[in-house]
C-alpha cells in the first residue's frame, strides 16, 4: 500500500536500524516528555471539562463525553496492540499469486513481481510474501488516529452549528409569553382552517399527492427549514398534548436538553459501525472507485431524512385541515408515533448517526492517505474525484449539523411520548427530596402518634426547627396540593429512571 514508491525498511541512509542503546539520551528524554505532556493537557482538558458539565447539571452532555472517552479508548487500544505484534504479524507469509488480488494500486502490482522486492522479506521463502508490512501496519495505527482526531472534530462541529442554528428559536419562545401573541392566538377565536399562517405555509396545490409533497419538502429542507409558524404551532400540539395548558413552559430549553440526550448516542461507534470500516477497507480495489460511490450516500441519506422531516409536519397540517374547517385559537397538531417510519421517532436518529459517521470516515480516509502518501498518490489519480469527495463530504456536515439535526430535533417531539429531559437535573433533584422529606415527615407523624411523648426521637412537625421547610412540603401537608414543581409534570408520565409514575402515583405511595 504505497503511492511514492516503497520507503527504505530500515529508516537510515545508511541501512542499519539506531536502536535506544545508540540512542542520546536527551533524544530519548525530550521525545517522552513531550509526548507525556501532551497526554497529560488532553487528560486534563477532559476532566475539566467533565467537572465543569457535572457542576451544571449537563448530565447528558456529560454521558457523551463519557461515550467519547470510551471511543478514544478503544481506538487507543487498537493502535497500541498493532505496536506490539507488528513484527508477529508481518512474519506471516501468503503466497504472491494472492497477494496480487484486490490491491488499492495498480503499481502495487509491479512491485510484487518484482523478485528483488521478494527478497525484502526474507524470513518469507520464495514465492512468498509478507501478509502485511511492518511499515503498512504502522500506517495503519496511523489511520486509527486520524479517525479519532476526526471523529471529534465532527462531532464538535455537529453539536456547535446545530445550537447556533437553535439559538434564534430562544427569541421565538420568549414571545410566547408576551401579550400580542396571546392575544393573537385567543383560544375563544374562530378562524378557518387553510387562512391560518400554518396552513398557509403547508397546503397548497403542491401538496395534492404524495409526489408533489415529498418534492416541495425537498427544496424546503434547504430554506427556513423550521419556520417561526412551524415552531410555535409544533409547540401549542406538544404542550396541549403532554402538558395541559401549560403556556409558560420553556419548549426551546427542552428541545435543547433533548437535542443533548441525542447526542450522546451520536458520539459513540457502535460494532456495526467497525464492521462497515472493514467492509469498505475489502472494497477498495483499483478501479472499483468505492469511495467515490460512498462518498454519495451520506448525501442521499441526509436529504432523504430532512425531507421526510419536511413532509412530517406538512401531513399535520393536512390532517388538521381534514378534520375541522374552523378552529378555535391556534392550529392543534396531534404529535402521533404514526407519523414516523416504522412508528418509532428513534429510528431516524439511528441513520443520521450512520450517515455522520459515514461522512467522518470519508473524510478521516481522505486526511490519512494525503498524510502518509502525498496528494500525488495512487489513491489520487483523478482530480476530478478528489474535489468531488471532499465537497460532498463538507455539504453532508454543514447539512446535517445546520438543517437536519435542529429539524429533527423538534418535529421528533411529534411523537405519542416525550423524553425523559423534560425534567431538568434541578426539577428532578427538588421532587426527589420533596419526595424524601414527606416521607420522613409522615414517618414521624406516625412515631408521634404512637410513641412516648417524652421520647426524644419524637418529631415535632410543628417545631421552629421545621417551620423554615420548604413550601412544597408545607403545601402537600396542610392543604393536599401537589408541589409548584408538579405543575409541569403530566399525571400519566413516566420516568424509568427515577421510577416516577405521575403526581397521583407518587402521593399514593406516601399513603402505603
Not at 507525556?36 to 467533565?50: D, G, M, P, T, Y
Not at 427549514?225 to 420553556?250: E, M, P, Q, W
Not at 391556534?330 to 441513520?351: A, I
Amino acid at each position: 500500500m504505497t503511492g511514492k514508491g516503497e520507503t527504505n525498511h530500515s529508516g537510515d541512509v545508511g541501512g542499519a536500524v539506531r536502536s535506544l542503546q545508540e540512542t542520546p539520551t536527551w533524544a530519548l528524554a525530550t521525545v517522552c516528555f513531550v509526548f507525556i505532556a501532551v497526554s497529560i493537557v488532553i487528560e486534563r482538558f477532559i476532566h475539566l471539562l467533565s467537572t465543569r458539565l457535572r457542576k451544571n447539571r449537563k448530565t447528558s452532555l456529560l454521558e457523551a463525553v463519557e461515550n467519547l472517552k470510551s471511543v478514544l479508548m478503544v481506538l487507543g487500544f487498537m493502535s497500541l496492540m498493532i505496536n506490539v505484534i507488528e513484527v508477529e504479524v508481518s512474519k506471516i507469509c501468503i503466497p504472491i499469486k494472492y497477494a496480487n488480488r484486490m490491491l488499492p494500486c495498480h503499481e502495487t502490482q509491479k512491485l510484487l513481481d518484482d523478485d528483488d522486492h521478494n527478497n525484502f522479506f526474507h524470513h518469507c521463502s520464495k514465492g512468498k510474501t509478507s501478509l502485511i508490512s511492518q511499515e503498512g501496519l504502522t500506517q495503519l495505527s496511523f489511520f486509527f488516529f486520524v479517525l479519532a482526531c476526526m471523529h471529534i472534530l465532527f462531532n464538535l462541529a455537529t453539536l456547535l452549528l446545530g445550537m447556533a442554528k437553535m439559538r434564534k428559536w430562544k427569541s421565538w419562545e420568549k414571545e410566547t409569553q408576551t401579550v400580542d401573541h396571546l392575544a393573537a392566538n385567543d383560544p375563544n377565536r374562530f378562524r378557518i382552517t387553510r387562512e391560518t399562517t400554518f396552513a398557509r405555509r403547508h397546503l397548497s396545490s403542491w401538496s395534492e399527492t404524495s409526489i408533489q409533497l415529498w418534492i416541495k419538502c425537498f427544496f424546503r429542507q434547504f430554506y427556513n427549514s423550521v419556520a417561526k409558524v412551524d415552531y410555535l404551532t409544533l409547540r401549542h400540539g406538544f404542550i396541549h398534548t403532554h402538558l395541559s395548558a401549560n403556556n409558560s413552559f420553556n419548549f426551546q430549553k427542552y428541545i435543547q436538553r433533548s437535542l443533548h440526550e441525542d447526542f450522546k448516542t451520536v458520539v459513540g461507534i457502535s460494532p456495526l459501525m467497525w464492521l462497515i470500516v472493514v467492509i469498505f477497507m475489502l472494497l477498495d480495489v483499483h478501479g472499483w472507485r468505492v469511495y467515490f460511490w460512498m462518498s454519495f450516500l451520506p448525501l442521499i441519506m441526509v436529504l432523504v431524512i430532512g425531507t421526510k422531516l419536511e413532509v412530517i409536519v406538512a401531513n399535520m397540517a393536512v390532517n388538521i385541515k381534514d378534520s375541522n374547517s374552523v378552529i378555535r385559537g391556534s392550529p392543534l397538531v396531534e404529535p402521533n408515533d404514526k407519523h414516523f417510519w416504522f412508528c418509532t421517532p428513534r429510528f431516524l436518529l439511528t441513520v443520521l448517526h450512520y450517515t455522520l459517521f459515514l461522512n467522518t470516515f470519508e473524510i478521516a480516509f481522505f486526511v490519512w492517505i494525503t498524510w502518509k502518501f502525498g496528494i500525488n498518490s495512487c489513491y489520487h489519480e483523478q482530480r476530478v474525484v478528489v474535489v468531488t469527495r471532499l465537497v460532498l463530504a463538507v455539504t453532508v456536515q454543514v447539512l446535517s449539523s445546520y438543517i437536519t439535526l435542529p429539524l429533527y430535533a423538534i418535529v421528533t417531539q411529534m411523537g405519542s411520548s416525550y423524553k425523559r429531559a423534560i425534567l431538568e437535573e434541578d426539577t428532578a433533584n427538588v421532587l426527589r427530596r420533596w419526595h424524601g422529606r414527606v416521607r420522613n415527615e409522615r414517618k414521624g407523624n406516625q412515631m408521634s402518634v404512637t410513641g412516648n411523648n417524652g421520647d426524644k426521637n419524637v418529631v415535632d412537625i410543628d417545631s421552629p426547627e421545621n417551620q423554615n421547610q420548604p413550601e412544597v412540603v408545607y403545601d402537600f401537608r396542610f392543604s393536599g396540593r401537589q408541589p409548584p414543581i408538579l405543575q409541569e409534570i403530566p399525571r400519566q408520565m413516566k420516568l424509568k429512571g427515577d421510577r416516577i409514575e405521575g403526581e397521583e402515583e407518587v402521593v399514593g405511595s406516601e399513603k402505603n
